[in-house]
């Protein structure tokens, strides 16, 4: 069974964040055989992060937080923006992670914002921080403004990211002859699909 882990860092309830990773994760789903989705809502653990930042040991729903992303086989990240960036619990969540958690782990990475001005934040601020964990990010992330909800081309941004981390989970794509055997994350690794492959893929072309 694939498991699949979504971390969202949204603070109000209801939140547009908790919204966009719920979309995310069930266009993901649709793309999977066999999965388990696993949701991590940070604002339930915020106190938690704290003690451990101040005492290295997690509380025990801390805990099974992160080896949940750590047996993970893909992750879907979403952030609200702030002060330009990502929020600083979602940042304090992966700084308490053990050192390799996410090494090779693909990961799709989302925001949100009241506004689209905040939109590179996926490229300046979400892609350098995964890239650093040594984590694979998938080549559509997706930003959604508050506007960006009630039109149509949020679902097609996330229909094509949720493809991508589809594909790079391990996921063979009906457009490539369904009997390939299925790719796993140390084949891309050792022999990556280029990414002009992943996207003719994931859009159906």
């Keep these: 069974m694939t498991r699949l882990v979504v971390v969202s860092a ?35 653990l915020a106190h938690q992060l704290t003690d451990q930042l101040l005492t290295g040991f997690p509380a025990p729903e801390l805990a099974a937080a992160e080896t949940a992303v750590r047996e993970a086989d893909g992750l879907i990240v979403v952030t609200p923006v702030f002060s330009a960036s990502y929020s ?26 009241g506004t689209a001005r ?29 506007e960006d909800f009630a039109g149509t081309d949020l679902d097609a941004r996330v229909v094509r990211a949720a493809g991508e981390l589809a594909l790079l989970i391990g996921k063979v794509s009906p457009v490539d002859g369904g009997g390939t055997r ?16 992943l996207l003719r893929r994931a859009s159906g072309r």
């Design 182 to 197: 299925r790719r796993t994350v140390e084949d891309e690794l050792a022999e990556p699909t280029p990414f002009d492959q």
């Design 118 to 146: 905040h939109s590179l934040v996926l490229e300046h601020a979400l892609r350098p921080l995964f890239a650093y964990l040594r984590a694979v990010v998938v080549p559509t992330g997706v930003f959604a403004a508050t």
């Design 10 to 44: 949204g603070l109000s309830v209801p939140s547009s964040t908790r919204l966009l990773a719920e979309r995310l994760a069930e266009a993901t789903v649709e793309a999977l055989e066999d999965v388990e989705v696993t949701h991590v809502e940070l604002r339930d």
């Design 88 to 113: 600083g619990l979602f940042k304090t969540f992966f700084d308490v992670l053990e050192t390799g958690t996410l090494d090779g782990k693909p990961v799709l990475v989302a925001a949100t914002a």
